[in-house]
């Protein structure tokens, strides 16, 4: 824990109350790294849940309040939240407001105006919903915080801000299941060469490609499988006839559905090789798990994954939309288990250098020193003024 460092309280505001996507999941991990580093985090969320019981167990203090979409009709409802929001934050005098989605942003940012607190809007995004939204929520932060050089730039108003900060994800040590077990608790065989892709099933996640892909990985390594872990939409219509693709594709038999697991990182060592075909990513968590797991990865080059992936060096990286070159370099790895070996020690470097969440809290706090001094007295609301001049940087220690 930092020396000499008066505790600031920082309210976390959060849109849910489960691990939907990674941004919950990175608020379970930053919030007690930021506790061990003399930050006091408040998390505000809509009620109890996975991630309460989850920051309950782990000593952060977290309150209930629920904030609206913003939607026609819901105008008293939410202006109803805000007045709580700015409430909660002047009872518990909270130094900083952190905001993780434009929904969370925009109450965040109006309350801080209110409140006289500065708003630090935590961005996980590589793509905007409009130019406009973007322009309104950086205009309502004192800092953004990206998780990527890709997400920092996704929109006019964030490449001309002086306000934003690249932090990149860091993760705490991770139980991996060795692969033997993780195999046999996903009734995949010991001695196939299996290929996973990780995440929702669906089509911006690349399925498509990966199973386009396939047969060149079967050229390379007939008995080679591709797993899909992780959700798929109810009545989804090509998991239903994903083994009819396979089979027309002469691969039959050699794909699987294994579904959604509980802490999914744990079972990434059940494969030989990560597929990631996205076409889009901030930055995407899944591949910073890989590195950890010591598991090679082919992905896009889109996004924020040139930022994990180094090419040929912690990973292969493919244009997006191309999957014959992911089946080619996918193959390649399938032929050379020296090259996947060479890949997984290097990026298990990268990961340990890069994204632990240790220096990602460390990072955080330096955001919030910029706007609000650890020897402040008061929590008052900190002076835009000139932070438009200011040149955007990566904020590390």
């Known amino acids: ?81 805000l007045g709580r929001l700015v409430r909660l934050v002047r009872d518990r005098r909270a ?8 929904r969370t942003a925009l109450y965040c940012g109006l309350a801080s105006r209110l409140a ?24 309502l932060s004192d800092r953004v915080i990206a998780v990527s050089k890709a997400a920092a730039e996704r929109s006019a108003a964030l490449r001309r801000s002086g306000r934003t900060r690249i932090v990149p994800t860091g993760l705490p040590p991770i ?21 996973g892709v990780i995440g929702r099933v669906e089509a911006d996640k690349g399925r498509d490609d990966a199973l386009a892909a396939l047969p060149e990985i079967h050229r390379a390594t007939p008995s080679a499988l591709l797993v899909f872990l992780g959700p798929c939409e109810p009545g989804d219509r090509w998991v239903q006839t994903v083994s009819i693709r ?25 494969f030989d090789v990560i597929l990631h075909p996205s076409r889009h990513e901030a930055l995407p968590r899944v591949l910073i798990e890989a590195l950890f797991a010591s598991v090679p990865v082919v992905a896009t080059a889109v996004g924020g994954i040139p930022e994990i992936v180094q090419h040929d060096v912690s990973g292969l990286l493919v244009p997006p939309g191309d999957p014959a070159a992911l089946g080619r370099a996918a193959a390649s790895l399938a032929r050379e288990p020296e090259t996947r070996g ?42 835009r003024r000139g932070a438009s001049d200011e040149r955007a940087r990566e904020a590390t220690p």
């Open 116 to 139: 006289r607190r500065p708003h630090v809007w935590h961005l996980r995004a590589s793509r905007a919903s409009s130019g406009l939204a973007d322009r309104l929520l950086v205009s």
């Open 342 to 383: 060479r890949l997984a020690r290097a990026g298990l470097i990268r990961a340990r250098e890069k994204f632990r969440v240790e220096r990602m809290a460390r990072s955080v706090i330096a955001v919030y020193d910029e706007i609000v001094p650890p020897d402040a007295e008061a929590p008052v609301r900190a002076s």
């Open 175 to 195: 139980d991996f299941l060795d692969a033997a077990e993780a195999r046999a608790q996903l009734g995949l065989p010991r001695q196939a060469l299996v290929f």
């Open 95 to 102: 130094a900083i407001l952190h905001s993780d989605s434009p």
């Open 246 to 270: 396979a089979a027309a594709a002469g691969v039959a038999g050699s794909v699987r559905l294994t579904g959604e697991r509980p802490e999914a990182a744990r079972f990434l060592k059940a």
């Open 1 to 81: 824990m930092s020396a000499a460092r008066p505790e600031r309280t920082i309210a976390f505001l959060s849109e849910r109350s489960d691990f939907f996507g990674g941004g919950q999941r990175s608020l379970s991990e930053l919030l007690p790294a930021l506790r061990n580093e003399g930050i006091r985090p408040l998390a505000i969320l809509p009620g109890p849940g996975p991630l309460s019981e989850t920051l309950a167990a782990q000593g952060v203090d977290w309150t209930a309040l629920r904030v609206p979409r913003v939607a026609t009709g819901a105008g008293f409802w939410s202006c109803l939240a």
